[in-house]
Nanobody
Framework: QVQLVESGGGLVQAGESLRLSCAAS????????MGWFRQAPGKEREFVAA???????YYADSVKGRGTISRDKTKNTVYLQMNSLKPEDTAVYYC??????????????????WGQGTQVTVSS
């Protein structure tokens, strides 16, 4: 059974950077679309970024220019580099996977494998 484990979250100050990692175990995810979502307190979970098996990338407007999603198939790991962090980036960040061409990159309902999340807190 495939598992996704996120890491790299923490407490940072506004303007700083973080790199989140999502390591998969139990199955290679090299043919899966991988996504990052986040959920802030009191808000619904929202799309952040996604990457296809062919390395096409997709971003929410809120992180364009500040976030970079990447994947290392040899390590079965996906990364989210976030720069110039803002207090409004504070959220639990989740990694997710879906079959290639299954649904939309932007819809959380189309992802069928999820990690437990990692907390990112940005202080002002």
């Amino acid at each position: 059974q495939v598992q996704l484990v996120e890491s790299g979250g923490g407490l940072v100050q506004a303007g700083e950077s973080l790199r989140l990692s999502c390591a998969a175990s139990g199955q290679t995810l090299s043919t899966y679309d991988m996504g990052w979502f986040r959920q802030a307190p009191g808000k619904e979970r929202e799309f952040v970024a996604a990457i296809s098996p062919r390395y096409s990338t997709y971003y929410a407007d809120s992180v364009k220019g500040r976030g970079t999603i990447s994947r290392d198939k040899t390590k079965n790991t996906v990364y989210l580099q976030m720069n110039s962090l803002k207090p409004e980036d504070t959220a639990v960040y989740y990694c997710a996977a879906k079959g290639y061409y299954r649904g939309s990159y932007y819809r959380q309902e189309d992802y069928n494998i999820w990690g437990q999340g990692t907390q990112v807190t940005v202080s002002s």
